[in-house]
């Protein structure tokens, strides 16, 4: 295709949007990597950097997977615009911190946020290129709609702020990948922005925001929802500017204001609650399944197995603490072994590693009690098998990056979506 779509990919970890978006080898993640997958989208420089660790591992299996030329391993807030290439689609899963405003600037650059909270680094990309991105893809956890505990959506409310007076508008929708087919119940938010440059956005402003939120909408096409409120959605202003917003948005509320759908544009927020319409096919961890390769040390030692037993189970127990306060524990007890003949529970990024734990996944074979394999691991986010085999790279940090990954089915769907809406635009 000669008119790619350039992408710029921040927080890019080990590439789990830009297999959404270019696929790998030219097939599909939604296929299995089996069917061909012919992108528009071309990945044109990547940035990614993990502050606490010396040893870059993420950003060396990306290198390893793809070409280093155009690929940044340096502190996103370190890196000069003018390093940044142009681009028309920004993507990155940006980690979820404090957004709140510390700073007002005297010049014409306006408000910046609290150091190191890497909002900032895209809110100062949107800000500062000459030719700005048309279209944003942006991923969180979705506890970014109910963030911070005393001003619920605050830093979500922060975010839209930010997008609309830099002339985006914005929908977004939290997807549980499990509940579209992919073998995984992962649940984050997406996010969708674009500039009053995109006929998108006109598209939108001459749209019901219902209509836009449940059926003409990008989320909409890559996935169908319906509603019991379609005649009652949540709408309300975003009033004041960011500083405003920072230090007084749903000041001790109870609940947020953010449903798991949105839209916003001209600072008007549409918002309502949705739920998945599918009806295909299901993937469960047993599909995911490696038989018989699986290697010895993945087997849970039976001297071992009351430890993981006591770790899943139920407890109500007296406990002391390091001052020697004694209190009553409580916790509910989990599933164990997990089921196979269902979607797997999120994968955490202390899956890794040998000892019991309540939250790394166990099943139960012929051979006995085992946890995941890195490749399983890999699958159940939808990567190739072995991505993240390097030389120097231990099972336990492969897990560790699948713990922070996203579901590459969930980018491709949504990326396709986006090329249809970015077609029709060329073509008007």
């Not at 709408?235 to 001790?252: A, C, P, Q, R, Y």
């Not at 072994?337 to 040998?354: A, F, M, V, Y």
Request: charged letters at 25%; one cysteine or more; aromatic letters at 10%.
């Amino acid at each position: 295709m000669e008119n790619k779509i350039k992408v710029v990919e921040l927080f890019a970890g080990v590439g789990g949007f830009r297999l959404g978006l270019e696929g790998w080898n030219n097939k599909s993640a939604s296929s299995n990597y089996k069917e061909d997958f012919q992108s528009p989208y071309e990945i044109v420089w990547s940035n990614q950097w993990e502050p606490s660790t010396k040893v870059q591992h993420a950003s060396m299996v990306y290198e390893s997977r793809w070409d280093k030329k155009s690929h940044s391993n340096k502190d996103i807030s370190m890196v000069e615009i003018s390093e940044i290439p142009d681009h028309d689609l920004l993507v990155g899963g940006f980690p979820c911190q404090d957004y709140s405003v510390a700073t007002t600037l005297k010049n014409s650059k306006g408000l910046i946020g609290k150091k190191g909270v890497l909002w900032w680094s895209i809110h100062k990309i949107l800000s500062e290129k000459e030719n700005k991105p048309k279209y944003l893809f942006l991923e969180n956890v979705d506890r970014l709609l109910i963030s911070p505990s005393g001003q619920r959506g605050r830093d979500f409310a922060i975010i839209l702020k930010s997008l609309n007076d830099l002339g985006y508008a914005v929908e977004w929708r939290v997807v549980n990948a499990a509940e579209y087919g992919m073998p995984q119940r992962r649940r984050r938010i997406f996010i969708l922005a674009y500039s009053q440059n995109s006929t998108i956005y006109n598209e939108i402003k001459e749209n019901n925001s219902t209509d836009w939120l449940l059926k003409d909408g990008t989320l909409a096409n890559a996935f169908p929802v319906q509603s019991d409120n379609i005649l009652f959605p949540n709408e309300f202003i975003l009033k004041g500017n960011i500083v405003d917003i920072s230090e007084n948005f749903n000041k001790n509320g109870k609940t947020g204001m953010f449903e798991n759908t949105g839209i916003m544009i001209d600072g008007i927020v549409t918002t309502i609650k949705t739920k998945p319409s599918y009806e295909d096919k299901f993937t469960i961890l047993k599909d995911i399944i490696q038989n018989g390769e699986v290697t010895e040390e993945f087997y849970i030692n039976e001297d071992d197995l009351d430890k993981w037993f006591y770790l899943k189970g139920a407890k109500k127990e007296m406990r002391k603490n390091s001052q020697g306060f004694e209190y009553n524990y409580s916790e509910g007890g989990m599933i164990f072994p997990d089921p196979l003949d269902k979607p797997s529970r999120t994968i955490i990024t202390g899956e890794g590693g040998k000892s019991a734990s309540r939250f790394k996944h166990v099943i139960k074979t012929t051979k006995g009690y085992r946890r995941l394999s890195p490749i399983e691991l890999e699958r159940l986010n939808m990567f190739p098998d072995n991505h993240t085999k390097f030389e120097g790279v231990t099972d336990t940090k492969r897990a560790f990056f699948m713990g922070n990954a996203l579901v590459v089915g969930v980018i491709e769907k949504i990326g396709v979506a986006l090329t249809q809406k970015i077609n029709n635009e060329v073509t008007i």
